[in-house]
């Protein structure tokens, strides 16, 4: 079953084009990554699949699980189990980590009809999962990104990943600024939510995050359009040639 | 688009979001409109009170005629025909109350629809409530309980009589009846309001609460509460307040006193919710009000906390008096305006012991095309050694339309004195509400929670029974502040 279907999106920023025409498909249970140059079109991909205003949908059109997702709010996808892991995690001052997961949590059980959970039982998952995941309990008592490191920040964003169990998680540049062993860490809680009904886009200026999350389909974004697709050893290509061996190839 | 029309549909809808707008019907007695020595001689008559009692607001009165209404507030409104308003309004009864089953039924419902049941059994476990509608204390619960303890609990008007001692030595020393033009008019026309007193060493075995209401139109609301914690005791008081939509705009001026004797310790926490006035800014409370505390024996501590969301203005300082040495005095404020609220508020801390504290919070939130201002002084006199004060103003923009000021004013008259002064202003920042939504959180709940983040050292001020609607109220008075 197709789980994202992306067919010639051209997305604009207060009126500058950025994406030129994108095709993409991704089927249930598959990992995709897009890689690209610094202002190739990456991040605009991922908040435009999220709904971020301010990101205009000039032609074309996203199908997620065959519905249209120009027409719902950030927080019906959210609730519909589209996930976007941000490259640059927000401070919320005064809002414990825990208090704005229980928030989420709840809030999107709201849309989709199901019962809330109470405070004991949001403790008891958070706490779990946050186990699995080695994020520190104390973590989850400070305000929410709040004089977190790097690495704590996109910890956190995993942690949200595996309590929301959404069906595609879009995962924007989660390995920048990660030492090698945080990178290890998140990479291991990414996988381990590797199923056959979850997919993955993972978008990434370097390789190595691909060595441990490895994708079914690699594809290259330059100055807003796909200039190359193809299966995992892609990935090494570009390693070796760089961006503009690349792009210089496919013009 | 569909997301801007819906946003239209739903600040359209703002005026039924106040849900305490609800009028009671009630056969009501007043005075004739107007302020006269008849009207000062009627309510003093009405209330049964002694004879210092009507000098007293007579005295008041004359020195009223010759005052002005001050000017110096960033608030600005259309003149108030003092001339055309009721000054006294009280549920007719056929005689005085003696228990809760001779109350009008209606009055009884009338708390009910606004949470505050008064039924003892009922009531949230350890707080006594006394319920003060227009003009009349209606119900004072668990009386016999804090009599046990020797605390007085009770409407004023019946402190007047049954107190008069108490009442007389201490009303009006903390708020002079000259100190400013409200509390003056407040001196001649209050009508009633609540009485505390806590006997040495007595902790107040638990939390007083008084609810104000406003239900009839044109009338003001002058009530006078005065809190006397004796030495070595503690004391924690709320009040709560809410009045009806109309489209008129109703003046409340109250004066609180409160006063803290050697090593006592009073706790004043505040709900006020009075009618904002709509989405277009009519109507709603004129909330001028003068709250002062007097730290007037040694070691003794005094703590505001405030959560304003309500009112079409906002004029009101609660302050300390930091006279004994080792006083502390806390202001803690949480200041909401939205739509076209307007709200002029801070506090002041007056050091004049030595070895003397002061602490300050205040956040303002600022939304639609409200003013906000934060406005404190601290004054350190010659003989207040060591004194130190911290003081934090923190404001939160919401959209383009709104302000917020801080105008402190610090003033010290001794060298050891140590004044630290902190000040923010922010906006909701749109990736902070970005994260919240693509999170599954939606709009209005992410306000919510963003803004009770960033109050969240003053909500944890207030006691536990009180936090949690506190903090709903936040969430409710920003509804429609984002589009």
């Given amino acids: 079953m197709s789980m994202l279907e992306i067919q010639n999106l051209h997305v604009s920023v207060q009126g500058r084009e950025i994406l030129k025409g994108i095709n993409l498909s991704i089927a249930a249970g598959e990992i995709h990554a897009v890689m690209g140059p610094n202002g190739s079109g990456k991040s605009t991909l991922s908040y435009t699949l999220a709904g971020r205003a301010g990101y205009e949908v000039t032609a074309g059109r996203m199908m997620y699980r065959g519905e249209d997702l120009s027409a719902l709010a950030p927080e019906e996808r959210a609730a519909k189990g589209l996930f976007l892991a941000l490259q640059y ?35 008891r998952l958070v706490r779990e999962t946050a186990g699995q995941l080695k994020v520190p309990e104390e973590m989850l008592r400070r305000a929410l990104n709040v004089g977190f490191s790097g690495g704590e920040k996109k910890r956190l964003e995993i942690l949200q990943m595996a309590l929301f169990k959404p069906l595609l998680a879009v995962l924007d540049e989660t390995d920048s600024g990660l030492d090698i062993d945080a990178l290890k860490l998140v990479a291991d809680g990414v996988n381990a939510l590797r199923a056959p009904d979850r997919s993955m886009l993972v978008i990434t200026h370097y390789q190595r995050l691909l060595n441990h999350i490895v994708p079914d389909r690699v594809h290259v974004l330059a100055d807003g359009r796909f200039v190359a697709e193809g299966g995992k050893e892609l990935a090494h290509e570009l390693e070796a040639k760089g961006y503009a061996g690349l792009v210089r190839d496919a013009a | 688009m569909a997301a801007i029309q819906e946003t239209r549909d739903r600040v359209a809808s703002l005026g039924e979001k106040y849900k305490y707008g609800f009028v009671t019907d009630i056969e009501m007695e007043r005075a004739p409109r107007g302020l006269n020595e008849d009207v000062v001689r009627l309510i003093s008559a009405k ?48 005689a005085q109350p003696k228990s809760l089953e001779e109350v009008d039924p209606k009055l009884l419902e009338t708390y009910e629809k606004l949470g505050i049941p008064l039924h003892e059994q009922k009531l949230l476990a350890g707080v006594a409530v006394d319920a003060v509608f227009d003009s009349v204390s209606v119900a004072t619960t668990f009386k016999a309980k804090l009599a046990e303890a020797g605390v007085i609990f009770c409407p004023i008007s019946e402190a007047i009589r049954d107190h008069g001692d108490l009442v007389r030595k201490y009303l009006g020393s903390v708020v002079p009846v000259t100190d400013n033009f409200f509390a003056t008019l407040n001196s001649a026309v209050f009508s ?44 924690s008081y709320l009040e709560g307040c809410t009045a009806p939509k109309r489209d008129e705009n109703q003046l409340h001026a109250a004066v609180v006193e409160l006063v803290a004797l050697e090593g006592a310790a009073i706790k004043y926490s505040t709900v006020q919710n009075w009618y904002p006035g709509d989405e277009e800014g009519r109507g709603g409370i004129y909330n001028f009000v003068t709250k002062r505390g007097d730290c007037r024996g040694h070691r003794s501590k005094i703590s505001w906390t405030q959560v304003e969301t309500g009112s079409a203005i906002t004029w009101k300082y609660p302050s300390c008096i930091l006279r004994g040495d080792d006083t502390v005095g806390e202001f803690y404020s949480i200041a909401i305006a939205n739509h076209f609220q307007q709200a002029d508020t801070g506090t002041k801390m007056i050091h004049l012991g030595r070895n003397t504290r002061s602490r300050i919070i205040s956040k303002g939130i600022s939304a639609g095309k409200a003013q906000n201002t934060y406005r404190g002084l601290v004054s350190v006199h010659p003989r207040a050694a060591n004194a130190r004060n911290h003081t934090q103003c923190d404001s939160l923009l919401i959209g383009k339309e709104c302000g917020a000021h801080t105008v402190p004013y610090i003033e010290s008259r001794n060298p050891s004195a140590r004044i630290e002064h902190e000040a923010t202003t922010s906006k909701i920042a749109d990736d902070q509400l970005f994260y919240c939504t693509s999170r599954g959180i939606g709009q209005e709940e992410a306000v919510a929670l963003i803004v009770n983040g960033f109050c969240r050292e003053v909500l944890q001020q207030l006691p536990m029974e009180f936090a949690v609607e506190a903090q709903k109220l936040v969430g409710i008075s920003l509804e429609g502040s984002v589009g």
């Fill in chain 2, 47 to 94: 209330k049964g009170e002694p004879e210092w009692m009507l000098e007293w607001r007579l005295g008041a009165y004359r020195r009223w005629r010759e005052m002005r209404e001050p000017a110096w507030a960033r608030v600005h409104y259309p003149k108030i025909d003092y001339e055309s308003a009721y000054y006294y309004a009280a549920p007719k009864l056929a």
């Fill in chain 2, 192 to 235: 009633d309001g609540s009485f505390v007193y806590v006997p040495k060493g007595v902790r107040c075995p638990m939390e007083l609460s008084t609810y104000f209401r406003i239900n009839a139109s044109e009338t003001g609301q002058f009530e006078r509460t005065l809190i006397i914690a004796d030495e070595g005791s503690y004391v």
């Fill in chain 1, 89 to 123: 995690p927000v401070e919320i001052p005064g809002v414990t980590t825990m208090n704005f997961l229980k928030a989420a949590l709840n809030a999107q059980r709201r849309a989709r009809g199901e019962k809330e959970f109470d405070a004991i039982n949001v403790l």
